[in-house]
């Protein structure tokens, strides 16, 4: 897990707030996905992305949400006007390549609660 | 829908004994399948995987059993150990047009191994 750095760990916003959440690959993985994690429940697949383009956006919520993987720099989850449903933790993961033999390496998360 | 269901949310064996988790599917296009292993305030971490094209693989003391006419697959930890002790998801890819590193999770099964 310490391949893959996501930073904060833990994240406060009031409600309509902006959270940024920043996620840095394993070294030398140039593809990157968002899951997100409610109470209880197993992990949501939300977005992938390679460097500069969105891949596959199918779980991402039409509004407010917001990703992106620039050239250089960390992959940015942005949500904006922030509600309490949005609270959970977020986990990014990266891969080598598509190839079965390189299974998605996850961070520790950010823990995001909306108060 | 839940297209990945792990019917039991916990499970506790004695330290020494095998440890079976279940997991069962819907969707027979799924030509993927892994588990993940998750500690508390970390992120899931990659146990092992199989390809549908196979029905048994094994890394150590963890092999993974798949029967595609039952739809169904199982993690089998031999000896277990107390240090085997958190939550495992069951997930799976392929097969619906999403990208491959699209992976439904199940909810997740707590094993908890007694000393």
């Known amino acids: 897990n310490a391949g893959v750095m996501q930073n904060p760990r833990h994240l406060v916003r009031r409600r309509g707030q902006e959270a940024r959440l920043r996620c840095s690959p394993m070294k030398g993985h140039s593809h990157v996905y968002w899951y997100r994690q409610l109470p209880e429940e197993g992990l949501k697949f939300m977005v992938y992305?390679?460097?500069?383009?969105?891949?596959?956006e199918s779980g991402m919520p039409k509004e407010r949400f917001s990703a992106e993987f620039p050239k250089e720099g960390p992959s940015i989850l942005r949500i904006q006007q922030v509600v309490r449903g949005d609270s959970a933790a977020y986990f990014c993961?990266?891969?080598?390549?598509?190839?079965?033999?390189?299974?998605?390496?996850f961070g520790n998360g950010t823990r995001l609660t909306v108060t | 829908d839940q297209q990945v269901k792990q019917n039991s949310p916990s499970l506790s064996v004695q330290e020494g004994r095998i440890s079976i988790l279940n997991c069962d599917y819907t969707?027979?296009?799924?030509?993927?399948f892994l588990w993940y292993k998750k500690y508390p305030a970390e992120g899931p971490t990659f146990l092992i995987s199989i390809s549908s094209i196979k029905d048994k693989n094994e890394d150590g003391r963890f092999t993974v059993f798949l029967n595609k006419s039952a739809k169904h697959l199982s993690l089998h930890i031999v000896p277990s150990q107390p240090g085997d002790s958190a939550v495992y998801f069951c997930a799976a890819s392929g097969g619906y047009g999403g990208s491959q590193g699209n992976l439904i999770f199940g909810k997740g099964t707590k094993l908890s191994v007694k000393p």
């Open positions: 993961a990266s891969s080598l390549d598509l190839s079965y033999n390189s299974p998605l390496h």
């Open positions: 969707n027979s296009m799924f030509d993927y």
């Open positions: 992305l390679q460097k500069e383009n969105i891949i596959d």
